[in-house]
């Protein structure tokens, strides 16, 4: 009986501790972190030569859409951190290559990995600046996802995210082995 009600007082008081961050939690796990590994994907799965291609005139390149990814991970996870943005637009636009736009595309969410392990929910509601700069890292990330997939698959390759959920479907495996090996694939540390 002594054993039962000190595991139970002991839930209880870990129960608010673990609910202090759902904001965050949910955040990065549910909808970050696959954008994320779709971004990475992504850049990865586009050929060299195929980082100058346009849809229509008028657009960015596949390049310029990583490299402003880049630029508003830096931007919104600097504001965070309350620093200057290291890489703002001026230095992204000197990025041409596939190997140092993906190199910058990862630095990029290691920087925000790195500030979102500083934040907890009471950091995030503490203004309305915070709030929109940890959603928009995931908010926007996912609308240039939406315009990069149309890049993808004009040049017949197949989304990552698509390819997620291939795997998913096959039913072989769960959802968090596909997102470990989608992770291992594209998350090269």
Same mark, same amino acid.
């Given at each position: 009986?002594?054993?039962?009600?000190?595991?139970?007082?002991?839930?209880?008081?870990?129960? @608010?501790?673990?609910?202090? &961050?759902? +904001? /965050? #939690?949910?955040?990065?796990?549910?909808?970050?972190?696959?954008?994320?590994? $779709?971004?990475?994907?992504?850049?990865?799965?586009?050929?060299?030569?195929?980082?100058?291609?346009?849809?229509?005139?008028?657009?960015?390149?596949?390049?310029?859409?990583?490299?402003?990814?880049?630029?508003?991970?830096?931007?919104?996870?600097?504001?965070?951190?309350?620093?200057?943005?290291?890489? @703002?637009?001026?230095?992204? &636009?000197? +990025? /041409? #290559?596939?190997?140092?736009?993906?190199?910058?595309?990862?630095?990029?969410? $290691?920087?925000?990995?790195?500030?979102?392990?500083?934040?907890?929910?009471?950091?995030?509601?503490?203004?309305?600046?915070?709030?929109?700069?940890?959603?928009?890292?995931?908010?926007?990330?996912?609308?240039?996802?939406?315009?990069?997939?149309?890049?993808?698959?004009?040049?017949?390759?197949?989304? @990552?995210?698509?390819?997620?959920?291939?795997?998913?479907?096959?039913?072989?495996?769960?959802?968090?082995?596909?997102?470990?090996?989608m992770m291992d694939k594209y998350k090269k540390k």
């Amino acid at each position: 009986m002594k054993t039962t009600l000190l595991l139970i007082a002991s839930l209880a008081a870990a129960a @608010p501790a673990h609910a202090q &961050d759902v +904001l /965050k #939690t949910t955040n990065i796990q549910r909808y970050y972190m696959p954008v994320q590994l $779709d971004l990475l994907g992504a850049a990865s799965v586009m050929p060299a030569e195929k980082y100058g291609f346009k849809l229509d005139p008028a657009q960015m390149t596949f390049g310029e859409w990583i490299n402003h990814s880049t630029e508003r991970n830096y931007l919104d996870c600097s504001t965070l951190r309350g620093e200057t943005n290291p890489m @703002p637009k001026a230095k992204t &636009d000197l +990025l /041409k #290559t596939k190997d140092d736009i993906t190199k910058a595309l990862a630095d990029s969410f $290691d920087y925000c990995d790195a500030t979102f392990e500083r934040l907890n929910d009471q950091k995030i509601l503490s203004s309305p600046q915070m709030v929109a700069s940890f959603l928009h890292t995931t908010v926007h990330n996912n609308e240039i996802y939406g315009n990069v997939v149309g890049y993808l698959r004009a040049n017949h390759i197949l989304p @990552p995210s698509t390819e997620m959920m291939q795997e998913m479907r096959k039913g072989t495996k769960t959802a968090a082995q596909v997102m470990k090996e989608m992770m291992d694939k594209y998350k090269k540390k």
